[in-house]
Each structure stands twice: as C-alpha cells, then as structure tokens.
C-alpha cells in the first residue's frame, strides 16, 4: 500500500502526523494554501483528514491535498476572533458521557449537544455513567431518562468507569470507528478513556500543559488508536458542534421528535412558542413530546433571537468548558 495518502492522526502547531495507507508515521507541513469554503480555520487541516503527501529529502513530507470531508467539528478561537479552529474532520459517532447525579448533567445540556450534533449528522450515544453510585431512586429517575433519549431515537449505555460494569457493551462499539469522546468536567471522562486506551492519561495530561503554558489557541489534537482497530478523540472543553448559522427552523429539524409532531402544525412557518394550531405544543401538553426537550428547543431559539447562538460554538480556555446558560 502506499505512502503517499493517509490519515492524520495528530496535529500540533504547523506539525501534522501523517499515518500513511501504507503503516508509516510521517511527520508533514502543509504545502500551498488551503481554503475552506465558508469558514475562517486557524488550521487547514485538521485530525481525521485523508490527505495526500509528497515526501521529501529531509524524510518529511508536504501535504498537498485534503479530501472532501464527510464532517468536522469547529470552535472559535475567542470569544472575539471570527476565526476556527478545526478540532476534527470525518467523525463517525459521538460518546457524550453523562451523569444523572455526582454531577447532574443537565437536559439543556444534552439536548443541545444532541442538537448540534443533528446539524453535522454525527450520530450520539448516550453513556450514563456512574451507574454505581446510584440509589434506587437515582436508578429510576436514569432509567426515565434512557426511556425518554431511546424514544427520541438516541442509544443509550449505563456504565460505570470505575467498576466497568457496562464496559463490555460499550467497547465493541468503538471498533473501525473514529469516535469523539464528550462530557461536561467530572462525569468521568478521563477515567474512562484510560480505561479504553490505556496510556491515554499522558496524553490528556499534555494537552493540558499545553493549556497551562498559556497558549490560548492550543492547536494540539490527537487521535488515540484502539488495540482492536478505531480511533477515539478526546475534546477537553469541547461541548458540542459549532453552528453558525442555524434557522429558528433548522432548529426544529434537529429536534428529531418536535420536527416530527411540527408537520401537523396549521402554519408551516410554526415556531412552535405561540402560534394557534400549533401541533408540537399540543404534543406536549399530552406528553407526546417530554417537556424537558421542549424546554431545551426553546433556549436554543432564544439564543438565535437574541443573536447569541454563538453559545453553541463551545469555546473552551483553557481545559475546563464554560458552561452554556
Ligand atoms: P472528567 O472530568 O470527565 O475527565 O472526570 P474524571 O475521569 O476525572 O472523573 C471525575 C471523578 O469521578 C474522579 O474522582 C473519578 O474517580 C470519578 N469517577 C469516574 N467514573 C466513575 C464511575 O463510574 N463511578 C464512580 N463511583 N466514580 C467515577
Ligand atoms: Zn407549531
């Protein structure tokens, strides 16, 4: 096979490592100027990306061409740079790790994530961990919530990092796949992907010492490799997907259930907040639609109209995300 395509594994500053079709690891720069259609990205290329290499003497090699992208995920770098930093390109699913107590994750949050997600047609798992610490209580109140995120159309795991109970479900999914790894800080992220790829935790620990060392755009990202084959991100800070420019109406669409319901509503530009004949909040009021993600549209479609939905663009200085209000 050959060297001169491959996949990028890791990205720091100008340095990409290229894992070439053919098993080598080469370390590449960009050649020439790449542009991205629509959006201003610090990095050109991003982990993720087939490119297209040319080696050279010095046993580098250029990069000279990326291929089309099935996705990426974007943040800003600042709050006030119109500019993006490409976290990762061509992610096959998502992991949002969760937790219904020790901490609470909250819907809003959950659904937003899933929401931006709909947008770059990432498909999300749920994985509710810390299935151990539960009370029945608590047991109940997570089984409501598989229930209501299965009924939507999302798969769900209960796991427990520190136990693995669940684990075994969980790993097999993971195969021939990228997947991107997200959570709030202390649903147990970490302790999981040093589960699932042992020596992961020295890498985490780099990337925050890039962060310490003050770099506000850190430009580092990797991909960990899996034993059994596939790839696993780690986003610290990263929340969710950037969407610059979602419609009040795009909006509905990635609410899989409301989007479903918003087809009997009388007008076809419903919003759904106060029209007559609005079929979704008639779902709602007949619990067709959970309340709580109709709670969670709602904020989104506050934070379009007062033109802040750049609060789903997931900026994250330096490891720990900003919470989404
Ligand atoms: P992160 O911020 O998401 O990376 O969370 P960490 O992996 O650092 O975990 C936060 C805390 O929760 C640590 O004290 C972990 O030991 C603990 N923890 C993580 N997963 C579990 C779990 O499944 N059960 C219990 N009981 N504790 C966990
Ligand atoms: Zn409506």
Same mark, same amino acid.
């Given at each position: 096979?050959?060297?001169?395509?491959?996949?990028?594994?890791?990205?720091?500053?100008?340095?990409?490592?290229?894992?070439?079709?053919?098993?080598?690891?080469?370390?590449?720069?960009?050649?020439?100027?790449?542009?991205?259609?629509?959006? /201003?990205?610090?990095?050109?290329?991003?982990?993720?990306?087939?490119?297209?290499?040319? /080696?050279?003497?010095?046993?580098?090699?250029?990069?000279?061409?990326?291929?089309?992208?099935?996705?990426?995920?974007?943040?800003?770098?600042?709050?006030?740079?119109?500019?993006?930093?490409?976290?990762?390109?061509?992610?096959?699913?998502?992991?949002?790790?969760?937790?219904?107590?020790?901490?609470?994750?909250?819907?809003?949050?959950?659904?937003?994530?899933?929401?931006?997600?709909?947008?770059?047609?990432?498909?999300?798992?749920?994985?509710?961990?810390?299935?151990?610490?539960?009370?029945?209580?608590?047991? /109940?109140?997570?089984?409501?919530?598989?229930?209501?995120?299965?009924?939507?159309?999302?798969?769900?795991?209960?796991?427990?990092?520190?136990?693995?109970?669940?684990?075994?479900?969980?790993?097999?999914?993971?195969?021939?796949?990228?997947?991107?790894?997200?959570?709030?800080?202390?649903?147990?992220?970490?302790?999981?992907?040093?589960?699932?790829?042992?020596?992961?935790?020295?890498?985490? !620990?780099?990337?925050?010492? !890039?962060?310490?060392?003050?770099?506000?755009?850190?430009?580092?990202?990797?991909?960990?490799?899996?034993?059994?084959?596939?790839?696993?991100?780690?986003?610290?800070?990263?929340?969710?997907?950037?969407?610059?420019?979602?419609?009040?109406?795009?909006?509905?669409?990635?609410?899989?259930?409301?989007?479903?319901?918003?087809?009997?509503?009388?007008?076809?530009?419903?919003?759904?907040?106060?029209?007559?004949?609005?079929?979704?909040?008639?779902?709602?009021?007949?619990?067709?639609?959970?309340?709580?993600?109709?709670?969670?549209?709602?904020?989104?479609?506050?934070?379009?109209?007062?033109?802040?939905?750049?609060?789903?663009?997931?900026?994250?200085?330096?490891?720990?995300?900003?919470?989404?209000?």
């Amino acid at each position: 096979m050959s060297d001169t395509e491959g996949l990028v594994i890791k990205n720091t500053g100008s340095w990409y490592t290229v894992l070439t079709d053919g098993g080598n690891t080469i370390d590449c720069k960009i050649k020439g100027n790449f542009r991205l259609k629509g959006i /201003r990205s610090t990095n050109p290329v991003a982990v993720g990306d087939r490119v297209e290499i040319v /080696r050279n003497h010095e046993g580098t090699a250029f990069i000279t061409n990326i291929c089309d992208r099935r996705n990426y995920i974007i943040r800003k770098s600042s709050n006030l740079s119109k500019q993006s930093h490409i976290i990762a390109a061509n992610v096959d699913q998502a992991f949002l790790i969760v937790t219904v107590k020790y901490p609470e994750t909250s819907t809003t949050f959950i659904d937003r994530f899933l929401a931006s997600a709909e947008a770059y047609s990432v498909p999300v798992t749920l994985v509710f961990n810390k299935v151990d610490l539960l009370q029945d209580d608590e047991r /109940r109140y997570l089984d409501m919530m598989v229930t209501l995120y299965e009924t939507v159309g999302y798969d769900c795991l209960k796991v427990s990092a520190e136990t693995k109970e669940g684990m075994d479900r969980l790993l097999p999914l993971l195969k021939d796949k990228i997947t991107l790894f997200s959570g709030n800080s202390g649903v147990g992220k970490s302790t999981m992907l040093n589960f699932i790829v042992p020596g992961a935790e020295l890498r985490t !620990a780099e990337i925050s010492d !890039a962060h310490n060392t003050g770099m506000h755009t850190t430009t580092f990202s990797e991909m960990l490799p899996l034993t059994d084959g596939g790839w696993v991100i780690d986003t610290p800070g990263i929340k969710g997907f950037g969407t610059f420019n979602m419609e009040p109406e795009e909006i509905c669409g990635y609410f899989k259930e409301i989007f479903k319901f918003s087809k009997g509503c009388r007008f076809n530009n419903c919003t759904h907040t106060h029209e007559p004949g609005c079929a979704v909040r008639k779902a709602v009021e007949e619990h067709y639609i959970a309340e709580s993600r109709y709670v969670s549209y709602l904020s989104m479609l506050e934070d379009k109209e007062e033109g802040k939905y750049l609060s789903l663009i997931h900026i994250s200085e330096p490891t720990r995300p900003i919470s989404i209000s």
